[in-house]
Each structure stands twice: as C-alpha cells, then as structure tokens.
C-alpha cells in the first residue's frame, strides 16, 4: 500500500491510500449440455466457437459435429452432455467415416431422445437411438472414449466390424443401459465385431444394479467384453485384468435353477458376481448377457479362490447359456465368463 499526502484547508493534512487492483477471479467454465437434432453426418462448420452447428444458416447438429464441439469446448467443472431430439420415436445415425475420439469428458445420453409425448424410452421400453456401422469397414468403430469419466447410456450400437465401443486409456467410464449388438428392441442380433473393448484404464463400469443401467450385450462376433490383456491376478492393465468367475454347472430340476462355479482372484477380497442368461454362446464361447438373472457378493480365501451357489428368482430353460462377471470394490469388472448350458435335472 502507497500513503499520499494532501494538504487541506488550513495546512490540514489528509492521508489518502492508494492500493493496486486487485486480479480478475478465475471463474470455472461450465459444462454446457449439446442437443443433436439430425441423423447427418456432417461434421461442424465452426468448431472454435463451442456451438454445434453444421450449416450457415440455421442450426443443424448432427452427432459427430457434437463429439466435435464437447472437445473443444474446456469445461473446468463437471461433464459436457450430449443429448437427442431428432424428430420423435426411434431415430438412427449411419456414421459414413469413422467419428472423432472422445478426448473431453462427456456424458452421451440416448435416453433424451423425444416420443409423442415424454421420452421414447419411457414409451417403448427400449433405447430409440441407433448408431449403427453398416458403411463402415473392417476398422469400423462407433464410440472410441480416450477422455475417461464419460458415460453413454441409452443408445443402441450394432454392426461395427471392429467395435461397437472403446475404452482406452484414463478409465472411470460408465456403459450402462445401452443394448449392444442388437436390434433395437434388443431381440433379434445385429453383432459387432466386438461389443465393447477395454484397451486400457481402470474403474471402468459396464452395467450396474439397477435395471436401467443393465446393458443387453448380444449376437456379436467374437467377445460381448473385451479385455485387450490377460493375465495373472496380480498384473496390471485394463480394469486391472479382473478375471472372470467359472460356472461348473447349472441344472433345472422341480422349478428351480442351481448354479455352481468359482472365482480365484485377490486373496481376502469381496465381489460382486452377477450372472446371466442366454439363449445361445457367444462364438468365441465366452458371454453373452442377454438377460440379467441376480447378483451375489461373495469374500475370496486367503488362496484367493471361494466357490458360489446361486438360485435365480426364476428358473432357467434348459440348453440357455449361463455367464457371469466379477466386480472388485473399486469397481473393475472382468469379461464374461465361459458358457455353461443349463441342464434338466
């Protein structure tokens, strides 16, 4: 601080402070929420100026151009969200090239998308928007996330001849509701390549507990859930290269369903293990996951193994495939495990 000396009336002395100014708060940027409102495949005319827009005149925002502006744009707080009002009703979006890399977090949420009244989701029971591959080729990919922390919920993602979704590199990304592999009413098999591939990363979340976050992960090609690396329990990788539990059998007698199996993993550690249903393997013999049937926490030894029983609500067909996952508490989950068909008993 400076002192100036004024004289005043009769020789008065006042004594005024000046101070320096003081610096411009650094506000944080916030997430701003891009609405795709046409299935073209444009990209955006003008990608520094954070609005999507394909056109001159007017505004046309198609999904790539959308990718393209949340990462641009530098929010410091929170995720950019991505949301869909293409007309009302079901609604697909044929990339003609390969989209862009998500390199900013973003949250992609399929469930936005209008019906006639409400969402079209909450109308049909299903996701009702479809990103689907045909006129890519064999490098085809639908979403390839590097950015971490993203989520994409509520989308249907088929006929990619590489991946229908990738996950590469930060992790803490959630896949949750998404039917993949599938037709839109998630019954009849449009297959990936593969389903979702884990290149890299760690917490990355594929499903969840509640209804709305289970994906249908079917009729792809090679793997429902890819884990690029495999190893032993104590390597490192791709949601740390959980392994996957092993069913020993599964058996259908008086109205009930009994099914056994194993999990070697980290000594004295609990998981969830959450098993699923079928009606027929994937090729590559592991997975799918077409109908969720329950979840069980269970606590490995200290040789790292515990063995699991499990009786569904309901009982299960014979000749349907049983699979399971298994999740640790941070929240890494394996592939699916190998199919077991259901016997009568």
């Given at each position: 601080?400076?002192?100036?000396?004024?004289?005043?009336?009769?020789?008065?002395?006042?004594?005024?402070?000046?101070t320096?100014?003081?610096a411009?708060?650094v506000?944080?940027?916030?997430p701003?929420t891009?609405?795709v409102?046409?299935?073209g495949?444009a990209?955006?005319?003008?990608?520094?100026?954070?609005?999507?827009?394909?056109?001159?005149?007017?505004?046309v925002?198609?999904l790539?151009?959308?990718?393209?502006?949340a990462?641009h744009?530098?929010?410091t707080?929170g995720?950019?969200?991505i949301?869909?009002?293409?007309?009302?009703?079901?609604?697909?979006?044929?990339?003609g090239?390969?989209?862009?890399?998500?390199?900013?977090q973003?949250?992609?949420?399929?469930?936005?998308?209008?019906?006639?009244?409400?969402?079209c989701l909450?109308?049909?029971?299903h996701?009702?928007?479809e990103?689907?591959?045909e006129?890519?080729?064999?490098?085809?990919?639908?979403?390839?996330?590097?950015?971490?922390?993203?989520?994409?919920?509520?989308?249907?993602v088929?006929?990619?001849?590489?991946?229908?979704i990738?996950?590469?590199?930060a992790?803490?990304?959630?896949i949750?509701?998404?039917?993949?592999?599938?037709?839109?009413?998630g019954t009849?098999?449009?297959?990936?390549?593969?389903?979702?591939?884990?290149?890299?990363?760690?917490?990355?979340?594929?499903?969840?507990?509640?209804?709305a976050?289970r994906?249908?992960?079917?009729?792809?090609?090679?793997?429902?859930?890819e884990?690029?690396?495999?190893?032993?329990?104590s390597?490192?990788?791709?949601?740390?290269?959980?392994?996957?539990?092993?069913?020993?059998?599964?058996?259908?007698?008086n109205g009930?369903?009994a099914i056994?199996g194993?999990?070697?993993?980290?000594?004295?550690?609990?998981?969830?293990?959450?098993?699923?249903?079928?009606?027929?393997?994937?090729?590559?013999?592991?997975?799918?996951?077409?109908?969720?049937?329950g979840?069980?926490a269970?606590?490995?030894?200290a040789n790292?193994?515990v063995?699991?029983?499990?009786?569904?609500?309901s009982?299960?067909?014979?000749?349907?495939?049983?699979t399971?996952t298994?999740t640790?508490?941070k929240?890494?989950?394996?592939?699916?495990s190998?199919?077991?068909?259901?016997?009568?008993?």
């Amino acid at each position: 601080m400076r002192l100036r000396v004024l004289t005043g009336i009769s020789g008065a002395v006042l004594l005024v402070s000046l101070t320096a100014p003081h610096a411009s708060a650094v506000l944080p940027v916030q997430p701003i929420t891009i609405t795709v409102n046409n299935a073209g495949d444009a990209g955006d005319i003008n990608i520094s100026n954070d609005v999507c827009n394909t056109v001159l005149h007017g505004t046309v925002c198609t999904l790539r151009a959308a990718i393209q502006t949340a990462n641009h744009h530098a929010e410091t707080t929170g995720a950019d969200a991505i949301h869909f009002a293409i007309g009302t009703g079901g609604v697909t979006i044929k990339p003609g090239a390969v989209l862009p890399t998500i390199t900013d977090q973003v949250t992609i949420d399929g469930t936005t998308q209008p019906g006639s009244s409400g969402t079209c989701l909450a109308e049909t029971g299903h996701p009702c928007v479809e990103l689907e591959g045909e006129l890519l080729g064999s490098t085809g990919v639908g979403l390839r996330i590097d950015a971490g922390k993203t989520a994409v919920r509520g989308l249907v993602v088929n006929r990619f001849q590489d991946a229908g979704i990738v996950l590469e590199t930060a992790g803490g990304d959630a896949i949750t509701g998404n039917l993949i592999g599938t037709d839109p009413t998630g019954t009849s098999g449009l297959g990936n390549h593969v389903g979702v591939r884990v290149e890299s990363g760690a917490a990355d979340v594929i499903g969840g507990k509640t209804a709305a976050a289970r994906n249908v992960i079917s009729g792809n090609g090679i793997d429902g859930v890819e884990l690029d690396s495999a190893g032993s329990v104590s390597d490192t990788g791709p949601n740390l290269l959980q392994n996957f539990p092993s069913i020993t059998s599964a058996v259908t007698a008086n109205g009930s369903t009994a099914i056994q199996g194993k999990l070697t993993s980290k000594a004295g550690t609990k998981f969830v293990l959450r098993l699923y249903s079928s009606a027929s393997c994937d090729p590559s013999g592991f997975g799918e996951g077409a109908a969720f049937l329950g979840q069980l926490a269970v606590l490995t030894g200290a040789n790292g193994s515990v063995t699991l029983g499990f009786a569904p609500p309901s009982p299960v067909a014979a000749g349907k495939q049983i699979t399971a996952t298994a999740t640790d508490p941070k929240g890494n989950t394996s592939e699916f495990s190998k199919c077991r068909a259901v016997t009568a008993g």
